[in-house]
């Protein structure tokens, strides 16, 4: 099997002063626009993004992954502005996006919307997308859902959540590595109530059935490695990983920007992935080497179904959060 590297980044909050109109005063913008502009516009700083951008390009991962919240307010200006942000860094084909709860803070027509960044996420065919690279298959997921006044949740649906199993269980017989991106937490407790997925419940059902490699999603302040069940055809737990914002000033409420540069080898009976996190330093103005380890993903037991639902225990690696 090919060594692959991918890249995962989330939460980039790309700096944008937002000029609202008297309607989108009297929207859910307005509280976003209340805070970027007393703190959050000093936590998410242009000059982090520019160091993120030329970071990523010097370690030339095969395809980066963005887990939604390029955006702050919603508006069709940030989502062009994204956009142009997103063609600077690498090829449209080296780059998967899912959208997070700002991106869709307030309903926005496709065309303003999520249909300026088409090329990232190439779900003309419906959510979610599967984007390949070799043997890998990245699985974007939709959770970004309109939620009223101080509300982050964010929802699938049945209709996404079927349609996920029958991607899972095709992919799985191709042999491929499965890796599930979406922009919410999926394990209980890594979230509070009002920023959760409604839904990861349902989730981790599908999961449980039809089984996954691993999860990569963003929207915690902090960095999180957490478990969760699969079939009897995975042995080992699916490890959910999340990267903070990559763009945060580190503060008391921001662990402070960091990405991941994940490292794919092995087979498809026995994947082995070598994390390498990037941690912005203050000191240095620089992204600097703050963790290596190996995260230790499901194995393929031969001649097992992958879709019997026993529960087998799983190892998490040192110093992870396990649900």
């Known amino acids: 099997m090919k060594a692959i590297t991918i890249a995962h980044v989330s939460d980039l ?21 209340w805070s970027w502009q007393r703190r959050r516009r000093r936590v998410h700083r242009s ?13 030339e991962p095969d395809h980066i992954v963005v887990t939604g919240d390029l955006t702050n307010f919603a508006l069709a200006e940030e989502f062009a502005h994204a956009a142009c942000w997103l063609a600077a860094l690498a090829p449209p ?24 960044w088409s090329a990232w996420t190439r779900a003309e065919d419906g959510w979610p997308f599967v984007h390949y690279r070799d043997h890998v298959a990245l699985i974007g997921l939709d959770s970004a859902v309109p939620t009223a006044p101080l509300l982050a949740r964010g929802r699938l649906g049945a209709q996404q959540l079927a349609r996920l199993e029958r991607v899972l269980d095709d992919e799985g017989r191709a042999g491929r590595v499965r890796i599930v991106l979406l922009h919410h937490p999926v394990a209980d407790r890594a979230a509070s109530w009002r920023r959760a997925l409604a839904d990861r419940a349902e989730l981790r059902d599908v999961l449980r059935r039809s089984g996954a490699e691993l999860v990569l999603h ?16 995975q042995r080992g737990m699916i490890p959910c990983v999340c990267v903070p914002s990559s763009s945060a000033e580190p503060s008391r409420s921001d662990e402070g920007a960091r990405w991941h540069c994940m490292r794919f ?14 941690r912005w330093s203050p000191n240095a103005q620089a ?14 037991a031969a001649g097992v179904s992958p879709r019997d639902h026993a529960h087998h225990a799983g190892v998490a690696c040192p110093g992870s959060t396990v649900s």
Do not use: M
């Open 287 to 300: 992204f600097v080497d703050a963790a290596r380890y190996e995260l230790c993903l499901p194995r393929r």
């Open 265 to 278: 080898s092995g087979d498809e009976r026995s994947p082995r992935t070598e994390v390498l996190v990037r």
């Open 13 to 33: 909050h790309l700096a944008f002063d937002p000029t609202l109109s008297a309607a989108q005063r009297l929207s859910k913008r307005q509280l976003s626009a």
């Open 47 to 59: 000059a982090i993004l520019d160091q993120l951008a030329a970071d990523l390009r010097s370690h």
């Open 218 to 233: 963003g929207h915690a302040r902090h960095a999180r490695l957490d478990a969760i069940a699969g079939p009897q055809g």
């Open 93 to 116: 084909d080296r780059i998967s996006v899912v959208p997070g709860n700002h991106d869709a803070l307030v309903p926005v027509p496709t065309s303003e919307g999520l249909g300026r």
